[in-house]
């Protein structure tokens, strides 16, 4: 099956509930991406395939979910059924200090671009409005339900440190609620079991126009400024694939590169995302999904370099809520710019 089969398949099942490298010449080469959800996290994946830049590398994109998250996902990959992952390089490093050869080696998005909201009944009682202060919106989560994807989730995550931000003590001032994905989420939303809850675009937009959800914190927008340009989300494959044919793992930099410079690109942005709606999301309402565009496309990076300083921050933001801590010494041997470099030299 390919990209656009599977991923408008999986989609649809979810809403029911600059130059670069040269092109290539020779046969396209298959690279088959496992995807712990389907959502505009993974945005520069579809418009790759959107506007021809996989085609332009000689690069035959297949993308398959899996819906039991990203754990089974990046055990896919290590196990060499599928080729890259994008999803958290907190996967990535747990999969390095469990002695796998996994490397992250493109930067994704760098924001924490699972966004916060609550009911907005709770909001106007609050006295809560868009000039809110952090401190105000943080004191906002005390003695709500919460809900989230699922135990050590991202969104789990978030939760715990928001609460500890706030002064909370996560176990007895708020409940976190391990609810499900995207569907799960709103429905719970809409019938009142929970009072809010985090997860990405365009999830929390259509929480906001269809159920009077206040959006408490705009994650992709760097809200919370200990957050703002947070490493969340990077392409992780083992390193013996990646030096198997070091050319083609260039060539999907550049493809992701190319994508994601026309995200940014004023002239070419709207036609990307109309383009990308037509493929891969025309199940939602169409003003919907380009508020979440406009939202979401500034957490994405004009560069996909990752830096030391970026995972050692992730180091230590997650080191706060896992019991198996992870080692310093993986903010350096857990990635590699090589594939980076490679493609940036042929600009």
Request: charged share 15%.
């Given at each position: 099956?390919?990209?656009?089969?599977?991923?408008?398949?999986?989609?649809?099942?979810?809403?029911?509930g600059g130059a670069s490298l040269p092109a290539v010449a020779q046969d396209k080469q298959e690279i088959t991406f496992a995807m712990p959800s389907v959502g505009m996290l993974y945005l520069p994946v579809y418009v790759a395939e959107t506007m021809g830049y996989f085609e332009d590398r000689g690069i035959e994109a297949d993308v398959r979910v899996f819906k039991a998250g990203g754990a089974a996902a990046m055990a896919s990959v290590i196990g060499g059924d599928t080729h890259v992952y994008p999803g958290t390089p907190a996967a990535a490093m747990r999969a390095v200090q469990q002695g796998t050869d996994v490397k992250i080696f493109t930067a994704l998005m760098t924001q924490y671009a699972s966004n916060v909201v609550i009911q907005g009944e709770i909001a106007r009682d609050l006295g809560l409005t868009e000039e809110s202060s952090v401190e105000e919106r943080l004191k906002a989560l005390k003695d709500l339900n919460i809900g989230v994807t699922g135990a050590g989730s991202g969104t789990h995550q978030l939760a715990?440190?928001?609460?500890?931000?706030?002064?909370?003590?996560?176990?007895?001032?708020?409940?976190?609620?391990?609810?499900?994905g995207s569907r799960e989420l709103l429905a719970a939303f809409e019938l009142g079991r929970i009072d809010g809850f985090i997860l990405s675009n365009p999830t929390s937009d259509t929480a906001i126009a269809k159920h009077d959800a206040f959006l408490l914190f705009d994650m992709a927008a760097g809200e919370i400024p200990d957050l703002d340009g947070y490493l969340y989300i990077t392409l992780n494959a083992r390193e013996s694939w990646l030096q198997e044919d070091p050319e083609r793992s260039a060539n999907l930099v550049a493809a992701i590169n190319d994508a994601t410079q026309a995200m940014h690109d004023p002239e070419r942005t709207e036609d990307v995302r109309d383009r990308v709606y037509a493929d891969f999301f025309d199940q939602f309402d169409k003003e919907l999904f380009d508020l979440a565009w406009s939202r979401v496309v500034k957490a994405y990076p004009t560069s996909p370099e990752v830096s030391r300083e970026q995972l050692v921050r992730v180091i230590d933001f997650l080191n706060k809520f896992s019991d198996r801590k992870f080692d310093a010494p993986l903010a350096d041997s857990s990635f590699t710019n090589e594939f980076v470099e490679r493609a940036l030299a042929s600009n």
């Open positions: 099956m390919t990209i656009r089969t599977r991923v408008a398949a999986a989609v649809a099942a979810l809403l029911l715990l440190y928001m609460l500890e931000q706030a002064g909370y003590n996560p176990e007895t001032d708020a409940t976190v609620v391990f609810v499900g």
